[in-house]
């Protein structure tokens, strides 16, 4: 059995238990967060021991690997303690606020020789899997460039202060935009070698964004554009067409997949899933699971978790700046 502990008991770390629950062999044995009565709610729903210190809970002998699904700017400390305290790990995105906080968990996942996945959601989603597949069949030939976009209602319920302030790892392009940024990155299958972007909080009075254009230039000369906005009242859009040699290719977590072709969208059967933020969750602790039990490389590394920060680090200095930076990382 493995024994999950939630570090974070909030909006989406009850995601993560309720998908715990559904992977066998896996169980939730502790959660944490900042006030008891939180963790104790949390545990009543959803089981475990509850916690209000978090290195209490990592050293507790059940908890064999841990969710982060804290508020950003804790993913390093709280990852990094994990790690040195001998639990697996499952951080959910952002990685972390840095490149170099990134590089800090990297290195301490390999000394302490422990599984390090990051939860970039997209990789697990049933439309994604299926058109990603496609990809790989090589009936469309590669993708020549791609535009993918997430627009949404930026003050949700589940909205916090730390979400408003780019010290906190705040702002929408670290917290849902870059669900775009990485299904651009992941279905390109490709490395980004610079940005261009332009970036603002053009709808609301916060410090931290709540709108980006990013145009992205790959190392192999291929391109890309991202849209990430969190506006006041719309209509919302996520979704990524990808242009390829023979056809197109469009991917919505809510419709499915649809192929272009002749001028026409045909929809590829059974790629549409109703529950695909939860199942995705599932998927993300079956393939953990797994990688624990088998000693097997996770699916989505830190290193890839590294360089979707990296192109935020590069996206957020060429807004500053006026001009094409390079992605270091």
Known sequence: MLGVGILGAGFFGAYHARAVASVPDTKVVAVCADEMALAEAFAQDHGGRPYSDHRAMLDDKSVDAVAITAPHHLHCRLALDALQAGKHVLLEKPMALSSSECSRIIAAAATSRRKLMVGQIMHFVWPCLVAREILVRGELGRPVTGSSALLKTWMESNRRGWHLDPATGGGMLMT?????????????????????????????????????????????????????????????RFDIDLVCENGTLRVDPERGVAIGRGGQWTDVPNSRDPQWMQNAVIREWQAMAEAIAQDTDVPVTGEYGRHIIACIEAAMMSAREGRDVKVLA
């Open 176 to 236: 849902a935009g870059i669900h775009a940024l990485d299904q651009l990155v992941w279905l390109m299958d490709g490395r980004v070698g610079s940005i261009s972007a332009a970036i603002s909080s053009s709808f609301h009075d916060q410090k931290a964004d709540d709108s980006a254009m990013m145009l992205l230039r790959f190392t192999d000369g291929r391109y890309g554009q991202v849209a990430s906005v969190g506006f006041r009242d719309g209509g919302g």
